[in-house]
């Protein structure tokens, strides 16, 4: 009992180990790649594999969150006289929480999914070992472009996720519930600070990086055979989708911290 | 004309030991595939290296490339350590190097064209496309594959998928080519072809030659130097002469193709087939 514990945890710590060596490899020849115009055709396809055909299911996602939140808080502040506040409880939740971590969460499973599987079978149809038989790092060749378009356009598909959640939301409210457009609209200005949308865009990098990085390695750590790929797919998803999570959690106590010391001294000047 | 896309990094050339391993073990977990097992191979000739499925031969050629990593003994190309170097420098050196693996490794979402230019285009700058085209119109006809060039590998059959994987691993004319099964799954007529042409490649070439199979025929064909794996040992290595006359009992068996004596009385022992069957009735 006490040794497969022991021989559990030898193990976990060693994934990890192997996980972090991973995730470096792959920001070194990221920067590297950078500098070089070969790469540059590589995450082209790549962005439209990973971006551009997920527009769709993040702009539905983003209409159906504001939509919903409509709904939902539009009797709790009509209790206390406060609907036309809506469009700032809405816009906020939006554009800091929901679109973001939503957006991500529809993107782990779409792209991450995707890229685990087709990385996975590369690795046991030794597609992997044949790059590198042929003198060329597999990092730099398969990683790389695929965590370089996910790190560019998770922020981006989070700005669609947010608009359409606006949009969203303003539909319900205004033509649904018959809210004044223009109170709804002056309450949200007031309310929803450039920080608000900041930072919804820049949790995009974070959880872009997050869902490349683990998709890739479950896909270039996958068992052998059609029953090791699935389960590589569910376990990036699964870590994808913690992360997000997790990450989620830490940057909103990172960025409350440097709100209340910067932001402020700011708007007091 | 042609040289442009060729290797063009230079190593000292020496001795006749193109390839060294030295008392070399490999194991997963417990399993022990590899157990202390040191051989040459000489530069210019074809070693053959044969045994029954699962006796670690993939994993032993794998060893030659270092795309896997021993966990005790040395590899040695050309006289330089090649087991403890890190995947940067192992990339110069593998350019000298071409690969046929077991089941191809084409890249599926590249057609058959940009499968074999591949490895031409991440070690050199192609400027001139028509030369690239003939190059590997001259490859793929190597292969009897010639306008076969927009296929995508999902569209070949095993043995087609298998010539073109053959030439990609020739597209840089590599020095030393390691065959991973080259002729199994093939029909007879094909293997043979694969035959020859490891022959023409070795004679015209001087292309050293390490092949892995478990097909006699080829092996008898092709091979300056035949060695036998059995349980992660060399139990026999020499010419297709010393290895057909070899005293070994477990040679014998493989090289005629014959069961073993306890193989037979397992099958004895239990009994008639229909006994060892599940009948409509059990499930009842
Ligand atoms: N990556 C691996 N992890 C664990 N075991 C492996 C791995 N690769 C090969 N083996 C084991 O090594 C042994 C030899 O495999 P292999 O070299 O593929 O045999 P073959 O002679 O048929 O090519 C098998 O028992 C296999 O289970
Ligand atoms: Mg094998």
Known sequence: ??????????????????????????MIASLRSCASSRTYPLIWTQMNIIGVRSVPVVMITGAFVGMTLAVQAYDQLAGMGLEEHLGILINISVVKELGPVL??????????????????????????????????????YLVVPRFLACLLLTPVLIIYADLMGIIGGHFVSVIQLGINSRAYWNFSANGVELWDISI?????????????????????????????????????????????????FALAVIFKAIYNTFWQLKSLV | MKKKYENNLDMETCSNGMLEVKNLTKR?????????????????????????????????????????????????????????????????????YGFLFQ???????????????????????????????????????????DGFQQFYPA????????????ARAIALNPEIILYDEPTTGLDPIRADVINELILKLQKELGVTTVVVTHDMTSA???????????????????????????PHPVVQQFIKGQVSEDDLAVLRMSGTISQAQFLPRDFE
């Open chain 1, 200 to 248: 919804g865009v820049i949790k995009g990098f974070f959880f872009g990086a997050a869902i490349a990085v683990i998709s890739c390695y479950k896909g270039f750590t996958c068992k052998e055979g059609a029953q090791g790929v699935g389960r590589a797919c569910t376990e990036a998803f699964v870590a994808s989708l913690i992360s997000i999570l997790a990450l989620n």
């Open chain 1, 1 to 26: 009992m006490i040794g497969i514990v022991g021989a559990k945890t030898i193990s976990g710590v060693s994934n990890m180990g192997q996980f972090a060596r991973f995730v470096w490899q792959s």
């Open chain 1, 103 to 140: 957006a991500a969460v529809m993107l782990a499973g779409r792209v991450g999914g995707a890229l685990t599987a087709e990385l996975g079978t590369m690795n046991v149809t030794e597609q992997i070992d044949a790059i590198r038989s042929m003198g060329t790092d597999p990092i730099r």
């Open chain 2, 155 to 166: 569209n070949l059959s095993g043995g087609q998928r298998k010539r073109v994987a053959l």
């Open chain 2, 220 to 246: 008898y064909k092709i091979a300056d130097r035949i060695i036998m794996l059995h349980n992660g040992k060399i139990i026999a290595s020499g010419d297709a002469d010393h290895i057909r006359n070899h």
């Open chain 2, 28 to 96: 997963f977990g417990t399993n022990v595939v590899l157990d202390n097992i040191s051989l040459t191979i000489e530069k210019g000739k074809t070693t053959v290296v044969i045994g029954p499925s699962g006796c670690g031969k993939t994993v032993l050629i794998k060893h030659l490339i270092a795309l896997l990593r021993p966990n005790s003994g040395e590899v040695y190309f050309k006289n330089r350590r090649i087991d403890n170097l890190n995947e940067n420098e192992l990339n110069r050196i593998r350019t000298h």
């Open chain 2, 103 to 145: 089941g191809g490794a084409l890249f599926d979402s590249l057609n058959v064209t940009e499968n074999i230019i591949f490895p031409i285009r991440q070690h050199c700058k192609i400027t001139n496309w028509r030369e690239v085209e003939e190059l590997v119109k001259a490859k793929l006809a190597m292969v009897g594959l």
